[in-house]
């Protein structure tokens, strides 16, 4: 079943009297279970493409589809439901919020969903990344690194079905991003999710099962990075 599903979508955007196509029409799916990676060139339209499919942004034409819900179609009220219930986003920038501790951050998934604290899933997710101790701590005692980490927990602590990772691993070392890679990896493949990683590392794009290529706004599938596998990453 498709989980993400994108029909004939595109983006424009005017500057000035000039038309800019920042995603040419574009026709794009994940499947459940599948872990999707899009590579290409800083400004090539990976991240507007990944917001677009995210709701941040809404396509020029075209649709989005999620769980075969008309994602981009339906009213922004709905829409922000949809996205908070359905969708983890890992962005560049942690966008922790700067007083709460990183358990707190987690909590506040709960308290807005008026459903109970899960303690065991907090501890599961602190622990496979690394940050059991840094629970009380708040982002401004954060490493880079660490920040990304206890953004990443609280993306996949509320069990969404889609995940967005946009550049998940530009603040880790090597060891660090592949861990995480593997762990996105790992998640999408046991909980049957749909994951979409955007990223400048091609070191980690063998933990994918399709790679594909964006360049001028054109997306492109990439077939014989699509073949690698993990075993011939050098990691």
């Avoid at 007083?99 to 907090?122: G, H």
Wanted: net charge negative.
């Amino acid at each position: 079943m498709k989980a993400i599903e994108v029909k004939n979508v595109s983006k424009t955007f005017n500057d000035g009297s000039k038309e800019i196509q920042a995603l040419q029409e574009t026709n794009f799916s994940v499947e459940k279970g599948e872990f999707v990676a899009v590579i290409g060139p800083s400004g090539s339209g990976k991240s507007t493409f990944l917001t677009i499919i995210g709701g941040l942004q809404t396509p020029t034409e075209g649709k989005v589809l999620i769980n075969d819900e008309p994602f981009s179609e339906v009213p922004d009220k709905k829409r922000t439901k949809l996205r908070f219930d359905e969708i983890g986003f890992i962005l560049q920038a942690s966008n922790l919020i700067p007083y709460l501790t990183v358990e707190d951050q987690l909590r506040l998934v709960n308290k807005i969903r008026k459903e109970p604290f899960e303690r065991d899933t907090v501890d599961k997710w602190l622990k496979q990344l690394d940050i059991e101790d840094l629970r009380d701590k708040y982002p401004s005692d954060l490493s880079g690194g660490e920040r990304q980490r206890a953004a990443i927990a609280r993306a996949l602590y509320h069990n969404p079905s889609v995940i967005l990772a946009d550049e998940p691993t530009a603040s880790l070392d090597t060891e660090r991003a592949f861990e995480v890679v593997e762990i996105l990896a790992r998640e999408t493949k046991e909980q049957n999710k749909a994951t979409i990683m955007v990223t400048h590392d091609e070191r980690l794009i063998g933990y994918c099962d399709k790679v594909y290529y964006m360049e001028d706004g054109a997306l492109t599938l990439d077939e014989e990075k699509s073949k690698l596998k993990p075993e011939n990453q050098n990691n």
